[in-house]
């Protein structure tokens, strides 16, 4: 028997104290309720769990900014809304223009009321924001992050809604050039000087004469002007194949004897001059460049629209609304009509939008909650079976306290052989 060293007293001692740290981890999870408090817990389980942490929570703020997205695309559609009421508005009184039972002063009431819709046509083109943002001046080009991880957006682009955007403004297109294969993205573009520009006032190219030059060294010729002139604009359609000229604004053309609508010119087999058609109805020819209307007033087309001499096959369009005789107001009737096939495009495509990213969130909370259930599953605690745990050590814990007293009563034997 020996005394300096109590060896069943140790071994007691040593177990007491793992069954009361097992007995203190146990109530550390259950006070927490997760299984992983440290990372010496479970190293590995920690490392998966904060990468599915990080998922989560990329995923709820893209759901988020979805959510931000489907509001401006609201509130950009809700302002297209109002546009096209105040279209089919100034439609009706085209309609009612074109008719003769109207005065030449009833037709200057008429026109006043179509000037004063077609500026809160550009007031609402200007105005409408988001979080400070213009959406309909066809500035707005942007990006919506709607996934967790880096490249995962949708790309969002608004077309210029202003009424002269719309073809509502005097003005005429001269030509449009097929095959241009620009790098410029669909939208318009105004010369500014020798400068071209979008429309948030970036320098793209250069103008000089009837040719645009573009920053990729590219060129866009328009050969039946008489020069391109600030103001101008140009519009780019079909993915940079296409670019059509409109000619600025020219002061007085609502007394002009052509128009708005569209128009063919065609050869008559005269020799000398060539008849000019909107859409079936004969209403002038033109010899060079000078128009004769059916009625006997004429137009020089040089100087009110820079256009050189039109040949057999050409097709020009004037814009504008004009009520001030019926011929007039019957063309604005079209080109009312095609602003409001424009505005209808950007609504559809503003509501395909805005559907899209309503399924994005849809699929970005579902699988927000499906990660966080298998992170869950790694970093949660069971309740039921931890407090089976700690009961267990709590158990083994006050064994081991009662076994300490009897190891500690050995070496009091030892006094019995002293008697």
Do not use: C, W
């Amino acid at each position: 028997m020996i005394i300096n060293h109590n060896i069943s007293a140790l071994n007691t001692y040593r177990q007491m104290g793992v069954n009361q740290n097992e007995a203190t981890g146990s109530m550390e999870k259950l006070s927490s309720g997760l299984r992983i408090n440290k990372a010496s817990d479970d190293a590995a389980g920690l490392s998966i769990s904060e990468k599915m942490r990080g998922q989560i929570r990329g995923l709820d703020q893209a759901s988020r900014n979805a959510q931000d997205g489907v509001s401006l695309i609201q509130t950009a559609e809700g302002a297209l809304s109002e546009t096209q009421n105040i279209l089919q508005r100034m439609r009706e009184l085209s309609v009612q223009g074109s008719n003769d039972t109207n005065t030449a002063d009833d037709r200057n009431q008429i026109q006043k009321e179509i000037n004063e819709l077609g500026k809160e046509i550009d007031r609402i083109a200007k105005d409408s924001e988001f979080n400070t943002q213009n959406l309909l001046d066809g500035s707005f080009k942007g990006s919506f992050q709607i996934g967790a991880n880096e490249g995962q957006k949708i790309d969002l682009s608004i077309g210029a809604m202003s009424s002269s955007a719309l073809g509502l403004n005097s003005g005429v297109e001269l030509q449009t050039v097929t095959g241009a294969g620009t790098d410029l993205l669909n939208g318009t573009y105004t010369v500014d000087g020798t400068d071209l520009k979008d429309s948030a006032g970036n320098k793209v190219g250069t103008v000089s004469a009837d040719t645009v030059t573009l920053a990729d060294t590219s060129n866009i010729q328009f050969d039946k002007t008489s020069g391109l002139a600030s103001g101008d604009t140009i519009k780019i359609s079909d993915n940079g194949d296409t670019a059509t000229l409109s000619k600025a604004e020219v002061a007085g053309q609502s007394n002009s004897v052509l128009g708005a609508g569209s128009y063919d010119v065609k050869d008559n087999g005269s020799g000398s001059n060539l008849d000019v058609f909107k859409g079936d109805t004969k209403v002038g020819t033109v010899a060079g460049t000078t128009f004769t209307a059916t009625d006997g007033t004429s137009l020089e087309l040089g100087t009110t629209y820079g256009m050189n001499a039109p040949v057999d096959g050409d097709s020009f369009s004037i814009n504008g609304i004009d009520v001030s005789n019926g011929e007039m107001a019957e063309g604005s009737i079209t080109a009312i009509d095609k602003a409001l096939k424009f505005v209808s495009e950007e609504r559809s495509k503003l509501g395909a939008s805005q559907n899209r990213l309503e399924h994005t969130i849809n699929n970005l909370n579902t699988s927000s909650e499906n990660i966080t259930a298998a992170e869950s599953r790694i970093r949660d605690v069971d309740m039921a079976k931890e407090m089976m745990t700690m009961t267990k050590e709590n158990i083994k814990a006050q064994a081991a306290q009662a076994m300490l007293a009897q190891a500690n009563q050995a070496p009091q034997q030892v006094l019995q052989l002293l008697r």
